[in-house]
């Protein structure tokens, strides 16, 4: 028994140490698997609601009117002061008949890196209010806030953060014209800027696309959606894994509906893109009647919260200077 006592005891010690050099080593081998923190610059609610303020200003901004002209020169200005680089790339598309003259806006960050990723949205907005309730406004041009200004203030704000911090990958905002000019049931008519530059890439390809689209709405919910899905999961779940760490309240962990857009004609031409939109207002889908504005003369600043906008701006930053590089 004293023999056997000690033999469990010598058995114990060497368990122990031997135990304690595996810990040991099983540490310093480990990765790091705590997220990295995000302690830049944050976008201020008040600050990119002034850019929805602005673009709705000019009216609407449909393709040939005085408001698309003047919101143009506007946004070309703006982001001429912010990034490092900024054109625009004009081209012309005839639509069932008519042809318009347009121009996607674009601006780059250390444009000198070739490792680079697309941050987008459309800056223009619907020429008629094709369904609305009342139908005399059908043929009147939407104001299209959330439609087309959310995206672009979003970005802005974006832009006026990267032009104080850098990140260590390239950054390129690129504003799609003519995205909302097609017929419903006919996608022929829409995506006309994202047409022509995904063919005509006028800067080194990125990485991968995220695209920004209806993402003001004060009660917005960001679902995953299918073509995203497809396109680039990896990408998707590091954006809505850093939503969660952040608990945004408005990105959704479950699939929501395809929808067709501007990421679909470039994920046509190689370039792996993301939707990040409001999908249960495309169709007007959404139970809350408040919400059933889309393409309708509802579209209008009182159903955008700053907060919503700030927020998903937010999480884009903590991406692009937490994770955008670990992604390909």
Excluded at 93 to 114: C, L, Q, R, W
Excluded at 152 to 172: F, N, R, T
């Amino acid at each position: 028994m004293k023999n056997t006592t000690a033999y469990i005891i010598l058995i114990f010690i060497m368990t122990f140490f031997l135990g304690m050099g595996c810990t040991k080593e099983t540490q310093e081998q480990a990765p790091d698997e705590s997220p990295k923190q995000y302690e830049g610059i944050l976008i201020a609610p008040d600050s990119v609601f002034r850019h929805i303020e602005s673009q709705v200003s000019f009216g609407p901004r449909n393709p040939g009117s005085k408001g698309h002209a003047e919101t143009m020169n506007f946004l070309l200005n703006y982001f001429s002061n912010t990034a490092d680089t900024a054109f625009l790339q004009r081209f012309s598309s005839t639509v069932y008949g008519k042809t318009y003259d347009m121009a996607n806006i674009i601006a780059s960050f250390s444009p000198e890196k070739s490792d680079r990723i697309l941050l987008c949205a459309h800056w223009d907005t619907r020429p008629f209010a094709d369904q609305d309730k009342n139908e005399v406004k059908r043929t009147h041009p939407i104001l299209g806030a959330n439609d087309g200004a959310s995206g672009v203030a979003v970005l802005m704000e974006i832009a006026h953060i990267l032009s104080k911090q850098k990140p260590e990958i390239g950054i390129d905002i690129i504003l799609f014209d003519g995205e909302d000019l097609g017929v419903s049931g006919d996608n022929d008519g829409f995506f006309q800027g994202s047409r022509y530059l995904a063919v005509h890439y006028p800067l080194p390809k990125p990485r991968y696309g995220i695209l920004l689209d209806l993402v003001g709405d004060k009660q917005a919910e960001f679902r995953y959606e299918p073509i995203s899905r497809e396109a680039h999961s990896v990408l998707l779940d590091g954006i809505w894994n850093i939503a969660k760490k952040r608990r945004s309240p408005y990105f959704i962990h479950e699939t929501g509906n395809a929808v067709s857009d501007d990421h679909v004609m470039l994920n046509q031409q190689g370039i792996k893109t993301i939707n990040i939109i409001d999908v249960n207002l495309v169709g007007n889908t959404d139970p809350n009647p408040r919400r059933q504005y889309w393409h309708t003369s509802q579209d209008t600043i009182e159903n955008i919260s700053s907060h919503t906008l700030a927020d998903i701006g937010n999480v884009l930053l903590d991406f692009i200077f937490t994770t955008s590089q670990d992604i390909f």
